[in-house]
């Protein structure tokens, strides 16, 4: 077999004997290398297996790798690693991926299947990267943010007063302090503070409201204004939706559920296509209207002026960075708040023109 590796096109290939995903491979000096080691580089020409991804399965078949020829299989990587069994240990406790070394040693010295000291090489990164993962988390952790993690099964939460090689110590809510072994530990995050948020406690407090802001972008086929509803499976052609019963018969558009009927029409059909920017004046002031829910009559609109928001009493909203750790409330991206529907005094809306999307379906 000829084998292409690719990343974002091909295929998994399965094991005949055990369904599990195959993996390529080749002979180095130092043994047999899989393709789920991260410096896996063979070369154009060069001749190799396919291994099963049960390292206990003994299936093994030749192939030879080769570099987009066109009668060669594609193999994914990415499908592939995505089936793989042992590809979460980034996200368990140190002592759970040793287990796992130690069990992979003893069958690899009994039995010495060329395989494993593959996988061997990726349990000892991956635990080496569970360790600098864990520093990490204690180095964020020392700006004096409160933390929680699971050491095993029991979950903990307070803060970290210091860490040595193999421990850290922990001062729970309750004062007590625990000596916490770092190769216990795993689900470690950070409880980042939020900026203070006012109560909207008396506004609509006896009302449950569920807003859906969905998608406002439109396109304009013979004069008339349709909600665009993606592309449709292969492309080619724009799905237009509707909830007028005139203007779906207009258009000839197919009834998908009663009151709501949807159609299919090709790029040279559509004469613009736009993001629609609704506005309302509440008060004296334009706000851009974000959603409105009819039957608690209640509008959600925002704004990026201070000033008006000042005036309407409005609350901020922030923009929410993150990392592997947790997320926390950064730069104040507008100012938004729930108003009563009767109290717009005018609305308007915009078009924002933008090219037909080409790449999503």
Same mark, same amino acid.
């Given at each position: ?24 491979? $080749? ?53 592939? $690693? ?76 307070? =803060? ?10 922990? =001062? ?19 409880? $980042? ?169």
């Amino acid at each position: 077999m000829l084998l292409h590796i690719a990343d974002e096109t091909g295929e998994v290939l399965y094991c005949p004997k055990c369904d599990r995903e195959l993996w390529p491979a $080749y002979w180095t000096g130092e043994g047999l290398k899989v393709g789920f080691e991260s410096d896996f580089e063979p070369e154009d020409g060069q001749a190799g297996l396919l291994v099963c991804g049960d390292l206990n399965c003994t299936h093994e078949e030749p192939i030879t790798f080769v570099q987009g020829q066109d009668d060669a299989v594609i193999w994914n990587y990415e499908d592939t $690693y995505m089936q793989f069994d042992d590809n979460d240990v980034l996200h368990c406790p140190q002592t759970w991926i040793q287990e796992v070394i130690d069990q992979v040693e003893r069958v690899f010295a009994r039995t010495g299947r060329a395989k494993l000291r593959s996988a061997l090489a990726l349990y000892r990164e991956q635990l080496a990267e569970r360790q600098q993962k864990i520093e990490r988390w204690l180095a964020r952790a020392a700006n004096g943010y409160p933390v929680r993690f699971q050491a095993e099964e029991e979950e903990l939460c307070g =803060q970290i007063l210091g860490s040595h090689a193999e421990v850290v110590v922990l =001062q729970m809510p309750d004062g007590q302090v625990r000596m916490v072994p770092k190769n216990l530990i795993w689900r470690e995050m950070i409880d $980042y503070p939020c900026k203070e948020r006012r109560s909207r406690k008396g506004r609509f407090e006896d009302e449950l409201i569920g807003f859906s802001c969905g998608d406002r972008r439109h396109f304009v086929v013979g004069g008339h204004h349709l909600r665009y509803g993606g592309r449709t499976e292969f492309g080619g052609f724009y799905k237009g939706r509707c909830w007028d019963p005139v203007l779906a018969a207009e258009l000839q558009l197919r009834e998908v559920e009663p009151g709501y009927w949807e159609g299919a029409f090709q790029a040279e059909e559509i004469e613009r296509f736009y993001h629609r920017r609704d506005y309302v004046k509440i008060r004296g002031y334009w706000l851009e209207e974000v959603s409105r829910e009819e039957e608690h009559r209640v509008v959600w609109a925002r704004t990026k002026d201070l000033a008006v928001a000042t005036e309407l009493d409005m609350e901020p909203l922030y923009a929410r960075n993150g990392d592997e750790f947790g997320s926390w409330d950064g730069d104040i991206l507008c100012y938004d708040e729930y108003f009563s529907i009767d109290e717009i005094e005018e609305s308007r809306w915009e078009e924002e023109l933008q090219p037909l999307p080409t790449d999503e379906w």
